[in-house]
């Protein structure tokens, strides 16, 4: 190989080298856990030192009752569970248990998304005393196929309603 | 009328199939009836999707709500404007978008080439049709807009809030169009590789479509980014959101190719690249639309788990396949004409803003794919956020930055020690002082945003430096006036100088992201009467009321702003909420923040108003500074009026094409 070669072929493995080491540790550095409720909780349980403190994303559903909050005062807390991303209903207290729900804590501005039932997305760090202090907060709509399996049921009670009352136009 | 709709549909997914069936079979057999046909067929297609989706555009506007598709996303209070854009608001819409302007390219490029490129074309036919054919059917097995439901309801359930915004018509046709552009490209790419035809005569033919595409699929990006900013409403517009991420890396890899191309048509060099590059452009474009509607990946704006996925999944695999194998089995014609000379030439700097781009593009591919492998291989769920590509984009566009500034002025083949000397030496100097400059500013850190800012100076110098130096030789030519010799520069070096004016823009993006680092935000709940302090201003919260609106409820915030230290009113502001009725969908009384923005070049004042929701006179406010986001929407129009000017058709450039393809193109038998 001539001279030349080897040069080029040094400065190409030294950029994507370069590239590839960048993306590794940038992954190494930034990487954080996305975990339901119970996940978090059996870790905390489990190896503690690595998730006390540590900044971690809890996602769940947001359990029916428990929003309490100002969005004047931006002063929140609420409590999430295990939920299938896939699979949203309302969830009610009583059939959480006190190892898939946690207490979230947040001050500031929720998104216009966030009410009970949704999945709520934390950003994070779980204190010792179990609450969830959460320096972001997305909402998420449940998954629009699951969305529009519901809207199917309210769209057919409301053409039998519509029918009823004679507002139908025909079929085409 | 629908009926005409969904039959257009069925018809033009048969036709695509006898177009692209037949088109291989004339070829093969070489009778020009046969593939004549097979063009007419395809050309058919185009008008046929184009008659099923003016059917479903026709049901929008007359609200025909026997249409599920039309009932689930338009309602009678839409303004026109709106019930357009419900044509793309769902899955099924929106694939048959993709599908008539991929059908709609196709016969455009059938027509434009009906006595070009005879030995290719057939190819193309094909190739486009199949994806056509995919497509068709895909819509009408899954994915059916025309499907009715069983009852007509009174009032469809209407576009969702977020969507009434000038975003929801620019951003998804735009976009489309730029996906859908690629394929041209692509097609001709395989047809050269199929007939072992590998000189740059296909690069030459689908420029323009190139170019097209990329124009659209930059006007989208950036449009999105508006939308974002504007709509969204938490102060940003790019969250790397495995959906912008899917509009991203096409956009990296075509901008990669359009370069390299460059390098073909000059050089000779670079032809495996090259066609690796746009087989993998146009494969991300459908990876693209694999991500947006199929569930894989997590997204906060993921269309919907609607099956689609396995489908969409093979058609990316299959185009990758395809496009590599044929790579392979025709690697031994794709020899270069021509060897690197020197690392430090104009062709290097090509390679290098290859290989940049696509670094990017991969950590960006990595970071949204990694949740979804730690997952399968570990069973560990993890999040990749914006941190990870934050740090990694960072010293890569820096790299980048540079590149583009060297890139004007660096000499081909070999740039010696004189030439660099003479052409850098001033605008170095320049941007150092530029440096020096902002660092006695007391702006020093990040370095990161301190490097990016001398580097858009060099660029600008560069820039400047190639403007000046064409127009003082044009004026020694021909004795022209400044503005006169400045012009014609422009205009008979198109491709050229609309390219310096194109990378003027990328500059200004990176003066867009030179402020970001300088982000400040403030939150507070105050009572009217109340200020709060945010870097240079003070502002007032004059007063609170709401005003109602057909099926919504408005609450309103007045905020004036005063300079902080001189006390001089700089202007108002009204930052709202909007709480829409419960219409029947079970969303219940969703509402929706719109934030107000006072937007300078210098910085934009973003405002979130978070009124009380029990009536009381008080507000959460979050007021955020973010300087010169401007110069990115500055960027956006610079970028494309670029474009334009290298698209432009150019007389010189036609008859010197005439002479190149009555060279190579042989005769037909």
């Known amino acids: 190989m001539n001279k030349k070669k080897i040069k080029l072929l040094v400065a190409l493995i030294v950029i994507i080298g370069g590239i590839g080491a960048l993306v590794y540790t940038s992954m190494q550095s930034t990487v954080t856990y996305y975990m339901k409720p119970s996940e978090i909780l059996a870790k905390a349980r489990d190896d503690g030192a690595a998730v006390y403190g540590e900044r971690v994303r809890v996602g769940g559903i947001v359990i029916n009752k428990t929003v309490k909050g100002n969005a004047a005062t931006r002063k929140w807390e609420f409590m999430v569970t295990d939920g299938r991303e896939d699979k949203i209903l309302p969830v009610a207290m009583v059939k959480t248990t006190p190892n898939n729900r946690i207490l979230v804590r947040y001050k500031g501005i929720v998104p216009d998304t966030f009410k009970e039932g949704v999945i709520a997305i934390s950003d994070g760090v779980l204190g010792k005393d179990g609450v969830f202090t959460a320096e972001t907060v997305m909402a998420k709509c449940p998954s629009k196929y699951e969305a529009s399996q519901r809207n199917d049921k309210e769209m057919a009670k409301k053409g039998a309603a519509d029918k009823k009352a004679g507002r139908v136009a025909p079929s085409k | ?669």
């Open chain 2, 1 to 669: 009328m629908t009926t005409i709709g969904y039959f257009s549909l069925l018809s033009a997914a048969a036709i695509s199939a006898y177009a692209w069936g037949m088109s291989v079979y004339g070829k093969l057999v070489n009778r020009k009836a046969i593939i004549a046909s097979a063009e007419r067929a395809a050309v058919a297609v185009g008008g046929l999707l184009f008659l099923s989706s003016a059917s479903l555009m026709y049901a929008f506007l007359t609200h025909d709500f026997s249409l599920e598709y039309v009932a689930n996303y338009s309602d009678r209070t839409l303004d026109t404007i709106y019930l357009i854009s419900g044509f793309w608001a769902g899955n099924q819409g929106s694939l048959l978008m993709w599908a008539v302007f991929l059908s709609v390219f196709t016969a455009i490029v059938i027509i434009q080439n009906q006595h070009k490129n005879r030995d290719l074309m057939p190819w193309v036919t094909a190739i486009l049709s199949a994806f056509i054919f995919f497509f068709t059917t895909l819509i009408i097995t899954m994915a059916n807009p025309f499907q009715k439901l069983a009852f007509v309801p009174a009032d469809g359930r209407g576009l969702n809030p977020m969507l009434h915004n000038p975003g929801m018509y620019l951003h998804p046709p735009t976009t489309y169009l730029g996906y859908v552009g690629f394929g041209i490209p692509f097609a001709f790419a395989m047809a050269a590789l199929i007939t072992g035809r590998l000189s740059d005569v296909w690069i030459r033919s689908t420029r323009r479509w190139t170019l097209l595409a990329w124009f659209f699929l930059t006007a989208g990006n950036i449009v999105g980014a508006w939308w974002a900013y504007y709509t969204l409403g938490w102060g940003g517009y790019w969250g790397w959101d495995p959906v912008e991420n899917a509009s991203f890396m096409p956009w990296l890899i075509g901008t990669a190719y359009l370069h390299s191309v460059m390098i073909q048509e000059k050089k000779g060099m670079l032809k495996i690249w090259n066609v690796s590059l746009v087989v993998l452009t146009f494969s991300m474009t459908i990876m693209g639309t694999l991500i947006t509607r199929s569930g894989i990946i997590n997204s906060v704006h993921t269309f919907s788990n609607s099956g689609l996925g396995p489908y969409l999944l093979f058609l990316f695999l299959a185009t990758l396949a395809f496009g590599f194998g044929l790579l392979i089995y025709r690697l031994p014609l794709l020899k270069t004409e021509n060897e690197l000379d020197s690392i430090i030439s104009r062709e290097s700097t090509f390679l290098f803003n290859n290989l940049i781009l696509l670094g990017i593009a991969f950590m960006t591919l990595w970071g949204t794919i990694f949740p979804f492998i730690s997952e399968a291989v570990r069973g560990v769920k993890v999040t990749v956020g914006a941190p990870f590509y934050d740090q990694v984009a960072a010293p890569l566009g820096i790299a980048l930055l540079f590149l583009l500034g060297l890139c004007p002025l660096i000499a081909w083949r070999r740039a010696s020690l004189d030439n660099l000397q003479r052409n850098f030496l001033y605008p170095l100097l320049v941007s150092f002082a530029g440096g020096a400059v902002l660092v006695a500013m007391g702006i020093k850190r990040p370095v990161g945003a301190l490097l990016t800012a001398v580097l858009i100076i060099f660029v600008f110098m560069t820039i400047i430096i190639e403007f000046y130096r064409g127009t003082a030789a044009r004026r020694r030519m021909t004795g022209e006036g400044y503005l006169t010799a400045f012009t014609n520069l422009i205009w008979k070096n198109k491709r050229r100088y609309g390219g310096y004016i194109i990378h003027i823009g990328v500059a200004m993006i990176f003066l867009a992201f030179v402020g970001g680092p300088f982000k400040q935000q403030v939150e507070e709940t105050l009572t009217p009467g109340q200020s709060m302090n945010v870097g240079n201003y003070r502002i007032v919260f004059e007063r609170m009321y709401q005003y109602p609106q057909p099926k919504q409820i408005t609450i309103a915030a007045e905020m004036t702003l005063y300079n902080r230290y001189s006390g001089k009113r700089v202007g108002t502001v009204t930052p709202r909420k909007e709480f829409f009725e419960d219409n029947g969908n079970g969303e219940g009384n969703q509402p929706w923040t719109r934030v107000a923005v006072r937007s300078s070049t210098k910085e934009d004042v973003y405002f979130i108003f978070s009124p009380d929701d029990t009536g009381k006179q008080v507000a959460g406010f979050k007021v955020i500074i973010n300087p010169l986001m401007r110069w990115m929407w500055i960027a956006g129009f610079v970028m494309t009026f670029g474009t334009i000017i290298v698209i432009w058709p150019d007389e010189g450039e036609k008859k010197r094409l005439a002479l190149i393809y009555a060279r190579e193109v042989p005769s037909e038998a």
